[in-house]
């Protein structure tokens, strides 16, 4: 009997030995056409220690997210990464995209975007490659609501692309 209890207890610490707690790296991306507004409104969803991670890295070191004491810089290095990682073609054409603005909640960071002056949507194509540069396991969520259809999909690294049509 002492034996078993020995062998078990050396088989389970191996186990918890060789097992680490795994973080799961992902964003979600919500995007929604508001026809009568002509607008593609977007909220990027981010976890707040990953984001703030990316931009020291690519940025500035000294960058601190949720402090409430933020610079403008802060906002600035947001825009400039989002616009860098999330590409969108509306009908075969690259479309500029706004940031608006952001706002905290718990360990989140929502990041607010639009498109102005869209008609109609007869394709839609986003390329979302948020984290990917900081982990290799990152995955993004993109949910749309175009023209009163939904979609989800996960993008991978190898797989960073979504396009939708419309007829």
């Given at each position: 009997?002492?034996?078993?209890?020995?062998?078990?207890?050396?088989?389970?610490?191996?186990?918890?030995?060789?097992?680490?707690?795994?973080?799961y790296y992902v964003s979600v991306t919500q995007v929604?056409?508001?026809?009568?507004?002509?607008?593609?409104?977007?909220?990027?969803?981010?976890?707040?220690?990953?984001?703030?991670?990316?931009?020291?890295?690519?940025?500035?070191?000294?960058?601190?997210?949720?402090?409430?004491?933020?610079?403008?810089?802060?906002?600035?290095?947001?825009?400039?990464?989002?616009?860098?990682?999330?590409?969108?073609?509306?009908?075969?054409?690259?479309?500029?995209?706004?940031?608006?603005?952001?706002?905290?909640?718990?360990?989140?960071?929502?990041?607010?975007?639009?498109?102005?002056?869209?008609?109609?949507?007869?394709?839609?194509?986003?390329?979302?490659?948020?984290?990917?540069?900081?982990?290799?396991?990152?995955?993004?969520?993109?949910?749309?609501?175009?023209?009163?259809?939904?979609?989800?999909?996960?993008?991978?690294?190898?797989?960073?692309?979504?396009?939708?049509?419309?007829?």
């Amino acid at each position: 009997m002492k034996l078993f209890k020995i062998t078990f207890l050396v088989l389970a610490l191996s186990c918890f030995a060789f097992s680490a707690v795994h973080k799961y790296y992902v964003s979600v991306t919500q995007v929604e056409y508001v026809e009568e507004k002509e607008s593609i409104q977007i909220i990027s969803r981010i976890f707040i220690d990953d984001f703030e991670s990316v931009l020291r890295e690519r940025y500035d070191e000294s960058i601190t997210l949720a402090t409430g004491k933020e610079e403008k810089m802060e906002d600035y290095y947001i825009e400039r990464y989002l616009k860098d990682k999330i590409n969108i073609q509306i009908n075969g054409q690259s479309v500029p995209i706004n940031f608006i603005g952001k706002e905290y909640d718990v360990d989140i960071v929502k990041c607010y975007l639009e498109i102005e002056g869209v008609k109609h949507v007869k394709t839609f194509d986003i390329t979302n490659r948020v984290l990917f540069d900081m982990f290799e396991d990152q995955q993004n969520i993109v949910k749309t609501k175009i023209n009163s259809k939904q979609k989800s999909t996960i993008l991978i690294t190898q797989r960073d692309n979504l396009v939708l049509k419309f007829d």
